[in-house]
């Protein structure tokens, strides 16, 4: 008799690292061909992930699962987080643990049952669609789009430009010069590289769909929950110093590989840099992840990035300009292609894997 594990169980229902191990440790084409299976399938779905997101961006907003994440986020927010300012607020800080932690599970679970429930015939199908499920956890094209068009209106006016990146950043843009108007375009694209395409990847390929939904509903949380002091206007105006810290350092925690990932691409792109610098760099700013790419970036283009009065990167760098910037998305771009590269090189190698079985 043979005895499953309830790690080996629960692991060959969604996660492809596990698909991996077993098919690596397989005795015999019985117990490899559905695993391989599984995993051209996982190969699939990036693929498909990354065409959806390069043909039509984003999902309508009644279809987006990260509008709905944020819409309940918004709503428990508001009954979490006090009207006032707390010295020590113990209370809400495990309260809002509690509920960040509820909401993730139930978000596993949805997902765990999407992903198992999908049909499994023909065998590419599955591949398909968990492509489409996927694409809305992810987000390339938005985010080029939005970095680019910073750009387009810094060539009209600043006054065009700071406008425009205020879509993108929380901080005050109004003071802003072209060239610090372009250093946070890019670190906005560096640090979004991880957080909306090398993560969502990453905690997939670790826990399938439902590792990548919940790492959405992760960093979703921390935009909304992370940041503390005050935020929201009139009646929605709440203090947010403890409720949101769990929020917050759960996504440090699940971004410390992807930002670390990301700075690699970042080098490979580039044609490599000073690992020594980066880390240097990256100890400099108040996130534990977010220096990674941003360092990364800014020795790549040769420029300084900074955030007065909090950090400098590359503080020898130049001034960005405007074909920094352009290059910026481009080297991006470069890091993105590299994901679907990857994948099909991956999938061919499993195709041989398998007809060598």
Known sequence: MVTISWWDLLAWSFSPLGWLWQAATAESAE???????NLCNVLVAVLVALLLDKVWGEPPVWLHPVVYMGKLLGVLGRLLAPRVEIARD???FVLAAIVWCVLAAMV???YWIIQFLLPYQPWWLPGILVGVLLKPLLSWRMLKDEVLAVESALQQSLSAGRERLSWLVSRDTTQL????VRESAIETLAENLSDSVIAPLFWFIVAGLPGAAVYRLANT???MWGYPGWRGQGDQRRHWQWAGKWAARADDVLNWIPARITAAWLALVAGGLSWQTLRRDAQVTPSPNGGWPMGAMAQALGV???KPGVYQLNPQGHAPRSEDLQRSVHLASEVVVMQVVLALVAMILMVLWMWKM
């Open 31 to 37: 117990s490899f061909l559905p695993a391989a299976h």
């Open 90 to 92: 113990y209370r809400r």
């Open 108 to 110: 596993f679970v949805v």
């Open 177 to 180: 010069d072209a060239a610090t």
């Open 221 to 223: 949380a921390d935009a």
């Open 304 to 306: 300084h990035l900074s």
